[in-house]
């Protein structure tokens, strides 16, 4: 319950978040839009590997269910690489941005962007890290408590993070300007 | 749950206090704090009372300092031209002034008393995660401290606890006054949000058998709403403050105007926040209130269903008013209208409340004890505010007297009237049950009647000094414009500032007491098992409370349990007869004790994890190294929590077979 | 018992003749609107409000504890419950329905007739009237400060912005406040009934000297509104040569007017070009603005209006004139009997001395070289008398 308590929390921080950005999408420079910006099937792409992350942490969630160990933390393992792998799609991403002259103080397009996306950003990192502690602490089987549970409360936090994404994707890159 | 218990074995029943274990093996990556004496038994404690305990102090040491700097104010205010506070020191003072009182003091304060009783009124023995409560508690010190460290470093944040934009950004206030406020906002924020997960869980979770929602009691009440407008509070005030840390420190143009920017989207953060923050501050006054008035009447609250659905209402509509702080910033006739109305809707559920505290009198048995007497000082006084609130509800009338003293004076009738007379109300009643002995009643009517005369004579005239168009926020006000006769600013400016120093006495007389009571702690008398006669749970076990609350966890029945236990109502006659005292009523809880009570036990990561936040702080400030390392000890910190089972493994006794323990607090920590 | 002195202490706010920006005695149609709104709210809230502490002290009295029994153990009456409920709620019903209407009402320009663009800044307040058919005609813009004003029974209509941060305008008696935002344009609806001078205060916190933002509202009858305006326009004329005044011009143009536009200042070079003086704040101040002192002896206070320009006898009969006599003392603007050399002295030799301002070398450091307010200059005594002689002619 704990966990869904704060997954609303983080539901109005998001909110904010988004509502700044969709408030400041349209201020920018005319050459520096995200209508110039955005390579969207890149985008896609690292999109439809964090949505896969969802899977596996499925798959894992139930082999934690089974009690199956191995599984658990292939599944797990899995989850995080895919993770991580949209993790560095997007500095990918911002590199690239950054290198076509969109700093994070270009605009208040920018701004917010990067704003928005790295917060993002920093949820998944923190859900990996979640993961690969998970995987760490089973190895040496020390979960404390109930380790099926444990894994679904990650597995919470990880497929809300991900929904959020698909909000984001498709307010920020797929509805044009 | 973090609490684990067996059932106690018959074999074992009856054979005095249960043994509390005390970890003492190693475990994780540091060893676990044993102390159970101590400064070092409070520093790594995760027990609830004693964080509560904690809060308080911390709490009133924040009164402290706010009070002195509301002092300050009121010298400056004294007289025509004041002299006392150069002008950029008064703005500086009452920012500071409204963000400790709010957020270091008020605040916490409702979480030292929501962290001590919640769990003793629902009958459980801690809360639902003890070292995430731990954690809120250093968060709230540290983040209070590092926010009051602005003054020593350069000054603290000029820009008024609103810190609208653009006054707020770097162009216009370039001391670091604004970023210690921010980003210690955000420190205590964490610890808000932590909290009240942490009391959710707990009031939802972890009540005694047999008390559904609708028995339990209202203080409890209070807090669970009061959690639920934090969980969706907290993240858009993190969102504003992150907004203005990057705008002062990392050079984004969120709030600037000429970039484009709209300086109205800092005000709509700021309210949807402080709007329901509002509901924060003076909810658990009611809830303090709604369990005094009735015990010393010695009626049960009238209305109890009505007065929880409409503090739950409040706590809602809260959420759809936070425009009515900007009916003059330029909104739209639409947009004002309906704020206005949703604004005059709020009174209703709030009315309600004051006629079921005047019916719970009526027809009573009242006891004038100085709780008693704060909790009458507040429904009275806080008629005042929510009556003065109806008139600017009204949105043309508002912006005659928005940015006025009498705002000034209607918050401070709702927040002092009603929160601040709450909190001591709940001081003087729960006190015997804290610390085991009585406040003196004779100093405390001294306390009573210093403050709620201090208080009038402070804020009332502030209507009048509003009302004759004294704008708020100003260093000084002159001859010039001040009028002559029955309503010049001056005369009143001073009887406000005379007043100021009335409430101060007060709260010197309560500090007083306190000392007197515990000054020799031996040789004062122990205060009574039940000394209000009192109706709800937290009193049918030892004062204080043993560390594990309860011997047995009591099944409840009714409303006011406790009463129940110790009276019995004829139905025919309505005649009310005591069958039993609390001591024989502790004396049958005791004789079933449950045996091997598994305690949560201390630990180290909840202090180091907090004191890594300021450190951050300082990094954003000073050198973005400092985060790095901050960073690294938070990390660390975090995993050393992960490992660390909440309840340590004893050799002396064999871990319980459901596994129990702490997953929860891993999950939601990460 | 508090709250009944507190309600009756509002009601008879009403009636005092005292502090200028009392909010109960309105001026103008526009507070006249919210008045007759706001008082029947204050005594309704009053009566509720006495009606409640007499319930509270008469249970307080009558159930106090004189040994009767333990009282009965009610849980409450949902009947009277819900009618309690009820009777707020129509309460507020009928506080809401005019309510809703006076908002609607005040927000409502078309009936405007004349227009002033009033912009707020770190510490004073700018009126720049434009060309218009409004206002009884005015064919040249106009720029001035301190003292907005307006004709006398006319609907006026303010644009209201900021250079800077968010100030707010308020005239109590004449209309409720409104913010002035940068990069917003909000609107105002103004009207006096009759001439008069009206004081009123910036209200929204805009930093170091918020206490010292000041306005006052002039309201003219239409005739002497014209003359006002006529006078505005009047062309620039120089001090004659050689005089005090003279010497004071070229003081000035040295020191003054970087920042200070004095409308037809010219200078001319050692070869004979004239050259026109125009200020550029822009370069100098963060708001990128500073009063136009044209015809600054027209008005009759300075620095934000938190002084005045009138010794205390000539500002008394200024203030207290009738209506009737009003235009005519009003127009007379500050003469050399009249002056406050004193304060406008003690502002030229160190302004930031007399208003906290933004305005050091250090300050200016951090604020990309650029002052907030007026800085001091280091004139000496000399120049400043120079310079008061020059200004004195600015009518």
Redesign the interface.
Known sequence: MAMWLFLGSECLLFGGLISTYMLYRGRHPADLGPDQIFDIPFTSVSSFVLLMSSLTMVLAVSAAAQKDDRRTNLWLTVTALLGATFVGGQVYEFTSFYREGLGFTSSLFSSSFYTLTGFHGVHVTVGIIMLMALVGINKRSSVPGDKAEVVELVGLYWHFVDVVWIIIFTLVYLIPS | MAIIERPSTPALAGSGAPAVVTPSQAYGVLKRPVSTTGWRSWVFTVDHKKLGIMYGVVAMFFFLVGGVEALLIRLQLAGPEGTVL???LY?EMFTMHATTMVFLFVMPMAAAFANYLVPLQIGARDV??PRINAFGFWCFLAGGLFLNTSWLLGGAA???WFM?Q??ANA????SHGVDFWGLGLQITGIAS?TG???L??TI??MRAPGMTLMKMPIFTWMILVIQFLL??A???I???L??LM?QRE?????FD?S???????WQH?FWIFGHPEVYILVLPGFGIVSEVLPVF??????????VVFSGAAIGFVGWGVWAHHMF???L??VS??VF??AT??I??PT??K???W??T????????TTSMLFA?GL???F??GG??G??H????????????YYIVAHFHYTIFGGAVLGLFAGFYYWWPKMFGKMLSERLGKWNFWLMIIGM?LTF?PM??IG???????????TE??????????GFWNRVASVGSFVIAIGVAVFLLNVWQTHKKSSKTPKAPLDPWDARSLEWMTASPPKEHNFDAIPTVHA?DEFFHRK?E?DHDT???RKVATGEEILAAEEAKADKHIHLPSPSYWPIILAFALPLMGYGVIYNRLLIVAGGLVV?LAM?GW?????VADDSDYDPPAD??????E???I? | MLGLTAASAAVLAGCAKDAPQDTWQPKGENAQKIHDLQWPVFLVAGIVGVIVMVAVGYAVVRFRDKGQPMPEQSHGKPALEIALTILPALILVGVGIPTVSTIFDLADTSDTECIVNVTGQQWWWEYDYPAQEGCGGISDPIVTSGQLVIPANTNVLLRLTSRDVIHSFWIPALNGKKDTVPGRVHTLRMQANQPGIYAGQCTEFCGLSHANMKMEAVALNPDDFQTWVANQLESYVAPEAGSQAALGEAAFTANCAYCHQVNGLSSTAPDGTVTPVLANPDQFVVSGSAPNLTHLMTRNTFAGATWDLLTDECRDRVWNASPEEFGALYLQGVTAECLNAVDLREWIRNAPAKKPMYASDAQKANSGGKVRGMPALGLNETQIDQIIAYLLERN
């Open positions: 150069s002008a950029g703005n639902a995660f000029d820009g008024g609208y653009p006054n162009l216009f206030s370039p949000l009240a997960i942490n959710i869980v939802l979770n969980v969706f907290i993240p858009v993190t969102v504003a992150f907004l990057f990392f050079g984004a143009t969120f105007v970039a484009g920017a709209d300086p109205l989207l953060l009447s010695r009626k049960p609250l009238f209305g109890y269903r009505f003059a910033s330029g739209g006739p004002v209208a206005s109305v005059m809707l009174a209703i009315g309600v004051i006629v079921n005047t019916l009198m009526w027809g009573g048995k009242i006891w004038f009458i429904v009275v006084e008629t005042i009556l003065s109806v008139t509800a009204v949105a043309p009338s508002d912006t005659q007297q928005t940015d006025t009038n009332g209507h009048i009302l004759q168009g004294q704008p708020r926020r100003m260093m000084n006000w010039a414009r001040a009028g002559e006769g029955f309503f010049n600013l409303l009276y109502v309505g005649e009310v990390l995993f992960a490992l660390e089972p909440s596994g129990g323990g702490s997953n929860k891993l999950a939601t990460g």
